[in-house]
């Protein structure tokens, strides 16, 4: 398990172009690294054109930049943390695949380094009671060489029980279901809430869903409780099963900004669905191969009317 995090999420800095270019000599190697298709070559171009470094702000890839870095922290006990985007592509095949290279930062020697994600936006599944299922395929420090892939989701591995692959249930169960199965559930006490990565980004997941995919920047949003329901037992301490690899948080939080100043993209929402408090079911799956992580977020009720 990797140690309790502390979040630099939702500080963006302006990187000077001197110092943007020193950060990306250290990312660099003394050998000649291959293109990879997707993260260094777009096909969506004919002939085929290499991606060039944007050193972007664009909140989303960014988001989907960092469920990679996160899935990857909880595989390997790392604490890898996000620094910025460096370049992405997408490629639609039948899903939305984005591929996206990020710079990424060890705290326990400061060093920087080039990372790549591959998240797969595979929509909705009313059926499920999904609004928003993401994929991440690849979670991996920029190799040299060529790396395989595996694309493929073991749907049928028993890693998963049947439990995390029915219908998302609307809410946690009543205080008497929590009483009677408390091995069941954890509910994480307030001291946990913050200054916790994986936790924040479930959060910011969850609202990512219910704005359906339309925010241009991060906006303030602050955790009120989290309950973690798992069949998953932890070893020595309760808190493990926030590392669990199958598990539905049932998530409480506010977005803290006044509805004049909340920013979407081509989208009519009225402002004031947004600010204020809100509750989101998510569910996230783990299929046993190496970079793959599932995370599903529940509809709303306004979003199963439409």
Known sequence: MAEKESSEIGRRPTIPTESRDKRARTCATSEERLPVPG???DFNDDPPKLIEPEWGDDYDIGLFGRIGLQCHNLQKGTNFKFKRWEKHSMLITGSMDF???LEAMDPANGSVFSFQTLLRDQGRSSPLGVRFSLLNIVSRITPIGKQPVDYEWDKDTPAIHEHYKGPLPKWFPPDEALACDSK???????SELHDNDWLQLLMEVAFFS????????YLPLELNSVV???FEDYTTEAREKLKANNAIFY???KCCTHPSSVALSGY??????????HHAVVRKTMDGKPEHMRLEVSLTKKQEKE
Do not use: M, N, Q, W
């Open 251 to 253: 998530i409480s939080y």
């Open 184 to 190: 069941k559930y954890y509910v994480v006490p307030e």
């Open 268 to 277: 009519p929402h009225s402002s004031t669905t947004l600010a204020g408090d």
């Open 39 to 41: 993260f260094d070559v």
């Open 228 to 230: 973690v329901e798992t």
């Open 210 to 217: 219910k704005a359906d995919r339309c925010l241009d920047a």
């Open 99 to 101: 591929y996206v290279t």
